[in-house]
């Protein structure tokens, strides 16, 4: 059984920063990324940027440049690092485990990050 365990949210002042992490506990056989995604009232869910077991990173061109992602492969953590954050990136933040092969998708609970002043 896989779950993935988030934390690091809260509320920032636009401009401000923010480091989101998940745990990842249980087994998983085959390539896999782990990612994060995001959701915001109204819209639908989106990738912010997953990282493969190679280190390979993808992120989306709405956070390039301001949002980093880094892994411990060892530890199976992957944090998401937020600076220069905007009204926009307000959202619910999950975490999750993609299998390439099979397609399956496991997900976090979700993290709530608020940008306010």
């Known amino acids: 059984q896989v779950q993935l365990v988030e934390s690091g949210g809260g509320l920032v002042q636009p401009g401000g920063s923010l480091t989101l992490s998940c745990a990842k506990s249980g087994s998983i056989f085959g390539f896999y990324t782990l990612g994060w995604y995001r959701q915001a009232p109204g819209k639908q869910r989106e990738l912010v940027a997953a990282i493969d077991g190679s280190g390979r990173t993808t992120v989306a061109d709405s956070v390039k440049g301001r949002f980093t992602i880094s892994g411990d492969k060892a530890k199976d953590i992957v944090n998401l690092h937020l600076n220069s954050l905007k009204y926009e990136d307000t959202a619910v933040y999950y975490c999750?485990?993609?299998?390439?092969?099979?397609?399956?998708?496991?997900w976090g609970q979700g993290t709530q990050v608020t940008v306010s002043s």
């Open positions: 999750n485990v993609h299998l390439v092969i099979t397609n399956e998708n496991y």
